[in-house]
Protein backbone atom coordinates (compact mmCIF):
# COMPACT_ATOMS: atom_id res chain seq x y z
CA UNK A 1 0.00 0.00 0.00
CA UNK A 2 1.04 3.48 -0.81
CA UNK A 3 0.27 6.19 1.70
CA UNK A 4 -1.43 9.24 0.45
CA UNK A 5 -2.07 12.71 2.05
CA UNK A 6 -4.60 14.68 1.03
CA UNK A 7 -5.36 18.24 2.11
CA UNK A 8 -8.43 19.95 1.58
CA UNK A 9 -9.85 16.55 0.75
CA UNK A 10 -13.51 17.46 1.91
CA UNK A 11 -13.56 20.26 -0.10
CA UNK A 12 -14.97 20.40 -3.82
CA UNK A 13 -12.37 18.82 -6.08
CA UNK A 14 -10.32 17.13 -3.66
CA UNK A 15 -13.43 15.08 -2.33
CA UNK A 16 -14.15 13.66 -5.48
CA UNK A 17 -10.83 13.11 -5.86
CA UNK A 18 -11.08 10.80 -2.56
CA UNK A 19 -13.92 8.99 -4.47
CA UNK A 20 -12.21 8.66 -7.54
CA UNK A 21 -8.96 7.28 -5.83
CA UNK A 22 -10.93 5.14 -3.75
CA UNK A 23 -13.17 3.74 -6.50
CA UNK A 24 -9.95 3.45 -8.98
CA UNK A 25 -6.92 3.10 -7.47
CA UNK A 26 -7.29 0.37 -4.09
CA UNK A 27 -3.29 0.54 -3.45
CA UNK A 28 -3.46 4.27 -1.88
CA UNK A 29 -3.91 4.04 1.66
CA UNK A 30 -5.63 7.58 2.89
CA UNK A 31 -5.26 10.40 4.84
CA UNK A 32 -7.38 13.56 4.78
CA UNK A 33 -6.12 16.92 6.83
CA UNK A 34 -8.73 19.66 6.28
CA UNK A 35 -9.85 22.51 8.67
CA UNK A 36 -13.19 22.55 7.39
CA UNK A 37 -13.79 26.28 6.61
CA UNK A 38 -17.04 26.92 5.11
CA UNK A 39 -15.81 25.43 1.91
CA UNK A 40 -15.01 21.90 3.80
CA UNK A 41 -18.05 19.55 4.40
CA UNK A 42 -17.48 16.13 5.76
CA UNK A 43 -21.02 15.06 4.12
CA UNK A 44 -18.58 14.99 0.94
CA UNK A 45 -16.86 11.74 2.47
CA UNK A 46 -20.52 10.38 3.77
CA UNK A 47 -20.02 6.92 2.62
CA UNK A 48 -16.19 6.85 2.71
CA UNK A 49 -14.97 8.33 5.78
CA UNK A 50 -14.96 4.75 7.65
CA UNK A 51 -12.23 3.92 4.73
CA UNK A 52 -9.76 6.74 4.43
CA UNK A 53 -8.22 8.26 7.93
CA UNK A 54 -9.90 12.06 8.31
CA UNK A 55 -7.85 14.79 10.38
CA UNK A 56 -9.89 17.82 11.35
CA UNK A 57 -6.72 20.36 11.00
CA UNK A 58 -4.82 23.56 9.61
CA UNK A 59 -2.29 23.21 6.94
CA UNK A 60 -0.89 25.93 8.78
CA UNK A 61 -0.39 24.22 11.77
CA UNK A 62 3.57 22.96 11.07
CA UNK A 63 3.42 20.64 14.11
CA UNK A 64 0.57 18.44 13.00
CA UNK A 65 1.55 18.96 9.08
CA UNK A 66 5.56 17.65 10.15
CA UNK A 67 3.76 14.50 11.85
CA UNK A 68 1.31 13.70 9.12
CA UNK A 69 3.79 14.02 6.40
CA UNK A 70 6.45 12.26 7.90
CA UNK A 71 3.85 9.44 7.73
CA UNK A 72 2.86 9.43 4.13
CA UNK A 73 4.54 8.43 1.14
CA UNK A 74 3.06 11.22 -0.73
CA UNK A 75 0.91 14.65 -0.43
CA UNK A 76 -1.47 15.94 -2.98
CA UNK A 77 -2.46 19.70 -1.88
CA UNK A 78 -5.47 20.51 -3.01
CA UNK A 79 -5.80 22.60 0.32
CA UNK A 80 -6.64 26.62 -0.43
CA UNK A 81 -9.03 29.45 -0.46
CA UNK A 82 -10.67 28.64 -3.84
CA UNK A 83 -13.15 31.69 -4.55
CA UNK A 84 -12.52 34.58 -6.48
CA UNK A 85 -15.38 36.69 -5.33
CA UNK A 86 -14.60 36.02 -1.43
CA UNK A 87 -10.97 36.96 -2.08
CA UNK A 88 -12.00 40.08 -2.67
CA UNK A 89 -14.20 40.58 0.13
CA UNK A 90 -10.95 40.00 2.33
CA UNK A 91 -7.95 38.82 1.11
CA UNK A 92 -6.37 37.70 4.49
CA UNK A 93 -7.33 33.78 4.66
CA UNK A 94 -5.91 33.46 1.03
CA UNK A 95 -2.79 34.50 2.45
CA UNK A 96 -2.62 32.59 5.15
CA UNK A 97 -3.82 29.00 4.01
CA UNK A 98 -2.51 29.80 -0.09
CA UNK A 99 0.87 31.05 0.85
CA UNK A 100 1.75 30.21 4.20
CA UNK A 101 -0.21 26.47 4.38
CA UNK A 102 1.89 25.87 1.21
CA UNK A 103 5.14 26.74 2.92
CA UNK A 104 4.20 24.55 5.70
CA UNK A 105 3.62 21.83 3.39
CA UNK A 106 6.96 22.28 1.63
CA UNK A 107 8.63 22.38 4.86
CA UNK A 108 7.74 19.30 6.02
CA UNK A 109 8.02 17.02 2.61
CA UNK A 110 11.61 18.60 1.96
CA UNK A 111 12.68 17.47 6.35
CA UNK A 112 11.30 14.04 5.31
CA UNK A 113 11.65 13.22 1.92
CA UNK A 114 8.81 13.14 0.59
CA UNK A 115 6.82 12.99 -2.43
CA UNK A 116 4.62 16.34 -3.49
CA UNK A 117 2.04 17.12 -6.29
CA UNK A 118 0.55 20.41 -6.05
CA UNK A 119 -2.69 21.50 -7.47
CA UNK A 120 -2.66 24.98 -8.51
CA UNK A 121 -4.88 26.72 -11.35
CA UNK A 122 -4.87 28.36 -14.69
CA UNK A 123 -5.41 31.65 -12.58
CA UNK A 124 -1.46 31.98 -12.10
CA UNK A 125 -1.33 33.23 -15.85
CA UNK A 126 -3.96 36.12 -16.04
CA UNK A 127 -6.07 36.57 -18.56
CA UNK A 128 -6.38 36.36 -22.49
CA UNK A 129 -8.56 38.61 -24.99
CA UNK A 130 -11.28 37.01 -26.72
CA UNK A 131 -10.06 37.06 -29.81
CA UNK A 132 -6.51 35.84 -28.95
CA UNK A 133 -5.73 32.88 -30.81
CA UNK A 134 -3.52 31.87 -27.69
CA UNK A 135 -4.05 29.29 -24.90
CA UNK A 136 -2.13 29.26 -21.80
CA UNK A 137 1.08 26.82 -22.05
CA UNK A 138 3.79 25.95 -19.10
CA UNK A 139 5.50 28.99 -20.63
CA UNK A 140 2.83 31.62 -20.14
CA UNK A 141 4.56 34.14 -17.91
CA UNK A 142 2.74 34.14 -14.29
CA UNK A 143 0.73 37.10 -14.51
CA UNK A 144 -1.77 36.43 -11.79
CA UNK A 145 -4.95 39.33 -11.32
CA UNK A 146 -7.06 38.85 -7.97
CA UNK A 147 -6.32 38.35 -4.27
CA UNK A 148 -7.01 34.62 -4.60
CA UNK A 149 -4.69 33.85 -8.14
CA UNK A 150 -1.72 35.95 -6.93
CA UNK A 151 -1.72 33.71 -3.35
CA UNK A 152 -2.08 30.54 -6.20
CA UNK A 153 0.89 31.90 -8.24
CA UNK A 154 3.23 33.06 -5.05
CA UNK A 155 2.68 29.16 -4.12
CA UNK A 156 3.67 27.67 -7.20
CA UNK A 157 6.65 29.65 -7.07
CA UNK A 158 7.20 28.05 -3.65
CA UNK A 159 7.27 24.55 -5.01
CA UNK A 160 9.71 25.99 -7.75
CA UNK A 161 11.72 27.25 -5.01
CA UNK A 162 11.87 24.22 -2.98
CA UNK A 163 12.70 22.12 -5.94
CA UNK A 164 15.44 24.02 -7.28
CA UNK A 165 17.11 25.33 -3.69
CA UNK A 166 15.95 21.73 -1.77
CA UNK A 167 15.22 19.32 -4.80
CA UNK A 168 12.16 17.68 -3.31
CA UNK A 169 10.51 15.82 -5.38
CA UNK A 170 7.37 17.52 -6.46
CA UNK A 171 5.15 18.18 -9.46
CA UNK A 172 2.81 21.32 -10.11
CA UNK A 173 -0.80 21.39 -12.30
CA UNK A 174 -2.33 24.06 -13.46
CA UNK A 175 -6.32 23.48 -14.46
CA UNK A 176 -8.53 24.95 -15.82
CA UNK A 177 -12.36 25.52 -14.14
CA UNK A 178 -13.75 22.37 -12.50
CA UNK A 179 -17.85 21.69 -12.77
CA UNK A 180 -19.53 18.57 -11.15
CA UNK A 181 -21.05 17.61 -7.56
CA UNK A 182 -20.28 18.52 -4.73
CA UNK A 183 -19.25 22.17 -5.76
CA UNK A 184 -19.88 25.31 -3.64
CA UNK A 185 -22.64 26.86 -4.12
CA UNK A 186 -21.36 30.25 -4.43
CA UNK A 187 -19.65 29.18 -7.45
CA UNK A 188 -20.79 29.99 -11.26
CA UNK A 189 -22.43 26.71 -12.06
CA UNK A 190 -24.32 25.69 -8.94
CA UNK A 191 -25.09 29.35 -8.20
CA UNK A 192 -27.32 29.53 -11.28
CA UNK A 193 -28.67 25.88 -10.68
CA UNK A 194 -29.82 26.18 -7.47
CA UNK A 195 -30.57 30.26 -7.99
CA UNK A 196 -33.22 28.19 -10.53
CA UNK A 197 -34.33 25.54 -7.79
CA UNK A 198 -34.95 28.52 -5.39
CA UNK A 199 -36.99 30.66 -7.55
CA UNK A 200 -34.55 33.04 -8.17
CA UNK A 201 -33.13 34.51 -11.39
CA UNK A 202 -29.97 33.41 -12.54
CA UNK A 203 -27.42 36.15 -11.86
CA UNK A 204 -24.47 37.22 -14.75
CA UNK A 205 -21.40 39.51 -14.50
CA UNK A 206 -21.24 42.23 -16.38
CA UNK A 207 -22.25 41.27 -20.16
CA UNK A 208 -21.97 37.50 -19.81
CA UNK A 209 -18.93 37.27 -22.06
CA UNK A 210 -15.99 36.23 -20.04
CA UNK A 211 -14.82 32.47 -21.14
CA UNK A 212 -14.02 29.79 -19.14
CA UNK A 213 -12.60 26.54 -20.36
CA UNK A 214 -14.68 24.01 -18.68
CA UNK A 215 -13.74 20.44 -17.40
CA UNK A 216 -14.69 17.95 -15.25
CA UNK A 217 -13.67 17.47 -12.16
CA UNK A 218 -12.98 13.78 -12.33
CA UNK A 219 -10.96 14.20 -16.09
CA UNK A 220 -9.28 17.19 -13.84
CA UNK A 221 -8.47 13.95 -10.96
CA UNK A 222 -7.80 11.34 -13.56
CA UNK A 223 -4.80 13.80 -14.76
CA UNK A 224 -3.64 14.35 -11.54
CA UNK A 225 -3.10 10.74 -11.20
CA UNK A 226 -1.64 10.57 -14.48
CA UNK A 227 1.20 13.23 -13.25
CA UNK A 228 1.44 11.33 -9.97
CA UNK A 229 2.42 7.95 -12.01
CA UNK A 230 4.25 9.36 -14.53
CA UNK A 231 5.17 12.68 -13.96
CA UNK A 232 8.55 14.43 -14.11
CA UNK A 233 9.49 16.05 -11.19
CA UNK A 234 9.58 19.93 -11.08
CA UNK A 235 7.82 19.74 -14.41
CA UNK A 236 4.46 21.91 -14.71
CA UNK A 237 1.80 20.38 -16.63
CA UNK A 238 -1.38 21.88 -17.07
CA UNK A 239 -4.94 20.62 -17.03
CA UNK A 240 -7.65 21.61 -19.68
CA UNK A 241 -10.63 19.57 -21.89
CA UNK A 242 -11.23 21.97 -24.72
CA UNK A 243 -14.46 23.75 -22.92
CA UNK A 244 -14.06 26.95 -23.82
CA UNK A 245 -17.61 29.29 -23.50
CA UNK A 246 -18.67 32.27 -22.65
CA UNK A 247 -20.84 32.54 -18.98
CA UNK A 248 -23.84 33.85 -21.30
CA UNK A 249 -24.05 30.59 -22.95
CA UNK A 250 -23.67 28.80 -19.60
CA UNK A 251 -26.24 30.07 -18.10
CA UNK A 252 -29.04 29.84 -21.51
CA UNK A 253 -27.92 26.23 -21.39
CA UNK A 254 -29.02 25.47 -17.63
CA UNK A 255 -32.16 27.58 -18.23
CA UNK A 256 -33.04 25.46 -21.22
CA UNK A 257 -31.80 22.08 -19.60
CA UNK A 258 -33.93 23.15 -16.82
CA UNK A 259 -37.04 23.45 -18.74
CA UNK A 260 -36.97 27.34 -18.62
CA UNK A 261 -37.02 30.56 -20.77
CA UNK A 262 -33.11 30.62 -21.69
CA UNK A 263 -33.83 34.50 -21.48
CA UNK A 264 -34.91 34.52 -17.91
CA UNK A 265 -31.66 36.04 -15.93
CA UNK A 266 -30.28 38.87 -14.80
CA UNK A 267 -27.09 41.00 -15.16
CA UNK A 268 -25.44 41.90 -12.24
CA UNK A 269 -22.55 44.43 -10.89
CA UNK A 270 -19.49 42.50 -12.67
CA UNK A 271 -16.43 41.34 -10.94
CA UNK A 272 -14.04 43.98 -10.17
CA UNK A 273 -10.36 42.76 -11.96
CA UNK A 274 -13.01 39.82 -13.82
CA UNK A 275 -10.32 38.14 -15.87
CA UNK A 276 -11.92 38.12 -19.51
CA UNK A 277 -11.14 34.69 -21.18
CA UNK A 278 -8.90 31.53 -19.67
CA UNK A 279 -8.08 28.90 -22.14
CA UNK A 280 -5.53 25.67 -21.77
CA UNK A 281 -3.07 24.37 -24.25
CA UNK A 282 -2.85 20.56 -23.06
CA UNK A 283 -0.52 18.84 -25.47
CA UNK A 284 2.38 18.52 -22.77
CA UNK A 285 -0.38 16.10 -20.55
CA UNK A 286 -1.66 14.67 -23.62
CA UNK A 287 1.19 13.51 -25.49
CA UNK A 288 4.11 12.81 -22.58
CA UNK A 289 1.90 11.04 -20.45
CA UNK A 290 -1.09 10.10 -23.08
CA UNK A 291 -3.81 11.67 -20.94
CA UNK A 292 -7.15 12.13 -22.72
CA UNK A 293 -10.05 13.61 -21.52
CA UNK A 294 -13.39 11.68 -20.67
CA UNK A 295 -16.48 13.86 -20.29
CA UNK A 296 -15.75 16.28 -23.00
CA UNK A 297 -19.94 16.58 -23.99
CA UNK A 298 -20.11 19.87 -21.78
CA UNK A 299 -24.02 19.81 -22.28
CA UNK A 300 -24.20 16.41 -20.74
CA UNK A 301 -21.87 17.12 -18.24
CA UNK A 302 -24.04 20.01 -17.05
CA UNK A 303 -27.03 17.81 -17.27
CA UNK A 304 -25.78 15.62 -15.34
CA UNK A 305 -24.40 18.31 -12.52
CA UNK A 306 -28.30 19.65 -12.72
CA UNK A 307 -29.60 16.30 -11.52
CA UNK A 308 -27.50 16.10 -8.81
CA UNK A 309 -28.11 19.81 -7.28
CA UNK A 310 -31.60 18.93 -7.93
CA UNK A 311 -31.50 15.41 -6.12
CA UNK A 312 -29.15 16.95 -3.26
CA UNK A 313 -31.13 19.36 -2.44
CA UNK A 314 -30.43 19.18 1.61
CA UNK A 315 -26.57 19.30 0.91
CA UNK A 316 -27.17 23.21 -0.47
CA UNK A 317 -30.51 24.36 0.47
CA UNK A 318 -29.21 25.82 4.33
CA UNK A 319 -26.23 27.78 2.67
CA UNK A 320 -28.01 28.98 -0.22
CA UNK A 321 -29.56 32.55 1.94
CA UNK A 322 -26.42 33.44 3.40
CA UNK A 323 -24.32 33.06 0.11
CA UNK A 324 -27.17 34.85 -1.50
CA UNK A 325 -26.91 37.54 0.99
CA UNK A 326 -23.09 38.15 0.55
CA UNK A 327 -23.79 38.26 -3.05
CA UNK A 328 -26.42 40.97 -2.54
CA UNK A 329 -24.32 43.45 -0.47
CA UNK A 330 -22.35 44.12 -3.88
CA UNK A 331 -24.96 44.29 -5.89
CA UNK A 332 -24.29 40.62 -7.49
P1 LIG B 1 -12.91 24.32 -2.18
O1 LIG B 1 -12.97 25.71 -1.66
O2 LIG B 1 -14.17 23.64 -2.58
O3 LIG B 1 -12.18 23.37 -1.11
C1 LIG B 1 -11.04 23.77 -0.41
C2 LIG B 1 -10.87 22.84 0.77
O4 LIG B 1 -9.67 23.21 1.46
C3 LIG B 1 -12.01 22.93 1.79
O5 LIG B 1 -12.39 21.65 2.21
C4 LIG B 1 -11.39 23.71 2.95
O6 LIG B 1 -11.96 23.39 4.21
C5 LIG B 1 -9.94 23.28 2.85
N1 LIG B 1 -9.02 24.28 3.43
C6 LIG B 1 -8.95 25.61 3.16
N2 LIG B 1 -8.00 26.19 3.90
C7 LIG B 1 -7.43 25.19 4.65
C8 LIG B 1 -6.39 25.16 5.61
N3 LIG B 1 -5.74 26.27 5.97
N4 LIG B 1 -6.06 23.98 6.15
C9 LIG B 1 -6.72 22.84 5.81
N5 LIG B 1 -7.72 22.81 4.92
C10 LIG B 1 -8.08 23.98 4.36
O7 LIG B 1 -11.87 24.37 -3.39
P2 LIG B 1 -11.80 23.51 -4.72
O8 LIG B 1 -12.58 24.19 -5.77
O9 LIG B 1 -12.06 22.10 -4.40
O10 LIG B 1 -10.25 23.71 -5.08
C11 LIG B 1 -9.27 22.81 -4.59
C12 LIG B 1 -7.92 23.19 -5.15
O11 LIG B 1 -7.96 23.17 -6.57
C13 LIG B 1 -7.47 24.60 -4.78
O12 LIG B 1 -6.08 24.57 -4.55
C14 LIG B 1 -7.78 25.43 -6.01
O13 LIG B 1 -6.91 26.53 -6.11
C15 LIG B 1 -7.51 24.41 -7.09
N6 LIG B 1 -8.24 24.61 -8.36
C16 LIG B 1 -9.59 24.77 -8.37
C17 LIG B 1 -10.27 24.87 -9.59
C18 LIG B 1 -11.77 25.00 -9.65
O14 LIG B 1 -12.33 25.19 -10.73
N7 LIG B 1 -12.51 24.91 -8.54
C19 LIG B 1 -9.54 24.84 -10.78
C20 LIG B 1 -8.15 24.70 -10.72
C21 LIG B 1 -7.51 24.57 -9.52
O1 LIG C 1 -9.83 28.80 -13.67
C1 LIG C 1 -9.77 28.03 -12.51
C2 LIG C 1 -10.49 28.74 -11.39
O2 LIG C 1 -11.88 28.61 -11.66
C3 LIG C 1 -10.15 28.18 -10.01
O3 LIG C 1 -8.81 28.46 -9.74
C4 LIG C 1 -11.04 28.82 -8.93
O4 LIG C 1 -10.79 28.19 -7.68
C5 LIG C 1 -12.49 28.62 -9.32
O5 LIG C 1 -13.33 29.28 -8.38
C6 LIG C 1 -12.74 29.18 -10.71
O6 LIG C 1 -12.58 30.62 -10.72
P1 LIG C 1 -13.62 31.59 -11.50
O7 LIG C 1 -13.54 32.92 -10.88
O8 LIG C 1 -13.43 31.46 -12.97
O9 LIG C 1 -15.00 30.82 -11.13
P2 LIG C 1 -16.44 31.33 -10.66
O10 LIG C 1 -17.28 30.10 -10.53
O11 LIG C 1 -16.37 32.21 -9.48
O12 LIG C 1 -16.92 32.18 -11.91
C7 LIG C 1 -16.92 31.65 -13.23
C8 LIG C 1 -17.30 32.79 -14.17
O13 LIG C 1 -18.69 33.13 -13.96
C9 LIG C 1 -16.53 34.06 -13.95
O14 LIG C 1 -16.32 34.68 -15.21
C10 LIG C 1 -17.46 34.92 -13.09
C11 LIG C 1 -18.83 34.51 -13.58
N1 LIG C 1 -19.94 34.56 -12.60
C12 LIG C 1 -19.74 33.99 -11.37
C13 LIG C 1 -20.76 33.95 -10.45
C14 LIG C 1 -20.58 33.36 -9.07
C15 LIG C 1 -21.17 35.08 -12.96
O15 LIG C 1 -21.36 35.59 -14.10
N2 LIG C 1 -22.19 35.02 -12.07
C16 LIG C 1 -22.04 34.49 -10.82
O16 LIG C 1 -23.03 34.47 -10.06
Request: charged fraction near 25%; include cysteine; hydrophobic fraction near 35%.
Amino acid sequence: MTKMLITGGAGFIGSNFVHYTLQNYPDYQLTVIDKLTYAGNPDNLAGVLEKIEFVTGDICDRELVDRLVSETDIVVHFAAESHNDNSLRDPWPFVESNLVGTASILEAVRKHGKRLHHISTDEVYGDLELDDPAKFTPETPYNASSPYSSTKAGSDLLVKAWVRSFGIHATISNCSNNYGPYQHIEKFIPRQITNILSGIKPKLYGEGKNVRDWIHVDDHNNAVHAIIEKGRSGETYLIGADGEENNKYIVETILELMGKDKNDYEHVNDRPGHDMRYAIDATKLREELGWEPKYTNLRAGLEATIDWYTENRAWWEAEKAKVEAAYAEKGQ
